[in-house]
């Protein structure tokens, strides 16, 4: 069983930074992915950042350079770093881990970006 715990998120208004932080534990498989998907009111989960263990990294469509993600592996660790943070940016952010070809989530954190 794994544990995904949160941290960050809140409320900024447009054009500030946040950064979001997830930490598993328990059944971590050395080989995994890590990362962050966001679901803004009566829209569809989607992707914002996906970190592997080999360092592999997959942005969603929209991130235009202003997203960056990165990983501490020895604290089973992700981050994102988010600038220029616009209102449509606006979302439940939840982080994730996959693994043996199975997501786990977690809780979720709000961001709210007020214009």
């Known amino acids: 069983q794994v544990q995904l715990v949160e941290s960050g998120g809140g409320s900024v208004e447009a054009g500030g930074s946040m950064r979001l932080s997830c930490q598993a534990s328990?059944?971590?498989?050395?080989?995994?992915?890590m990362g962050w998907y966001r679901q803004a009111p009566q829209k569809q989960r989607e992707l914002v950042a996906v970190?592997?263990?080999?360092?592999?990294?997959n942005y969603g469509g929209f991130v235009q350079g202003c997203f960056t993600i990165s990983r501490a592996d020895a604290k089973y660790t992700v981050n994102l770093q988010m600038n220029n943070l616009q209102p449509d940016d606006t979302a439940v952010y939840y982080c994730?881990?996959?693994?043996?070809?199975?997501?786990?989530w977690g809780p979720g954190t709000q961001v709210t970006v007020s214009s």
């Open positions: 994730t881990i996959i693994q043996q070809r199975k997501n786990c």
């Open positions: 328990g059944d971590i498989y050395s080989i995994h992915v």
């Open positions: 970190i592997s263990t080999a360092e592999n990294i």
